[in-house]
């Protein structure tokens, strides 16, 4: 079952050998209501990735809590999924064995005839049906990282995190992931943290997008995407869609600090 994130006055710093600490999150709050997909974006090196290690128990802050369904997190989780922009499958196992792995990792009751079959059937939710077999470097580039999401949902996650997963990808088959990720997310709830720096990525995908300052990173804007649940690549060339890139694309220049931020004049 999806849960809430909630991130409220988060502060860390990175303790970086005999050199001050490096502060890197000052006064983070983002909540994440369960089954709701959040996008962040922010300048390079914000610390976008470091609040995905927060999130997923890797880490934590030095101030503030990160929760979960209301549990502050206080050590990695099994319901949490995770999906990178290099899909790191391993080579020596087949594009089913490396999608069962998680399983293998949690040491789930199911058995190995099930655990395949789960499997299977994620695989063919993202057209990789008749791939089962084969090895990571037998497929394309789009092909792997469907393999990947796969390898994060079989599990079931209650949150899934994702990190940039189409960076990589040319842009006709990030759109076609989209366009999976969209339809996964009916299919199978979870509660989604993207981060991205991809602007339409993040309209075409979230519920809200959140906007961080640069470094060390303040919750800057956030952004209520008001478009359907049933959006299309065509959603986002419609002048609601396109005023709100507009208004993202401001606030990531006003977060690189090449734009001055403009109080409302009544
Ligand atoms: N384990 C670590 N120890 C020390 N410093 C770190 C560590 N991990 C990250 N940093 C530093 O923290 C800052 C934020 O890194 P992070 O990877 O969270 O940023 P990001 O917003 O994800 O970057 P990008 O957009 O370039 O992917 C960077 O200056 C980075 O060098």
Known sequence: MP???????VKHAYQTGQQQPLPVLDDLNITIPEGKFTAVVGPSG???STLTRLVSGLLFPNEGTV???G???KAPRSTVGMAFQNPVLLEWRSIIQNVVLPLEIVKSELTHNQRLKRAAKLLKMVGLEGFEHKRPSELS?????RASLCRSLVHNPDVLILDEPFGAL???TREDLWQLMRDIKIKQPFTGLLITHDL???VFLADQVV???SRPAKTQFVLDVDLPEDRTINSLYTPKAVEMLATLREQIEIAQGRKEEVADVE
């Open 211 to 213: 906007v961080l300052s």
């Open 141 to 145: 580039g789009g092909m792997r990282q």
């Open 71 to 73: 549990e502050p997190v």
């Open 46 to 48: 914000c610390g976008k």
């Open 200 to 202: 339409r990525e993040s």
């Open 67 to 69: 929760s979960l369904g």
């Open 3 to 9: 849960v809430s994130i909630s991130i409220e006055g």
């Open 170 to 172: 040319d842009a006709f």
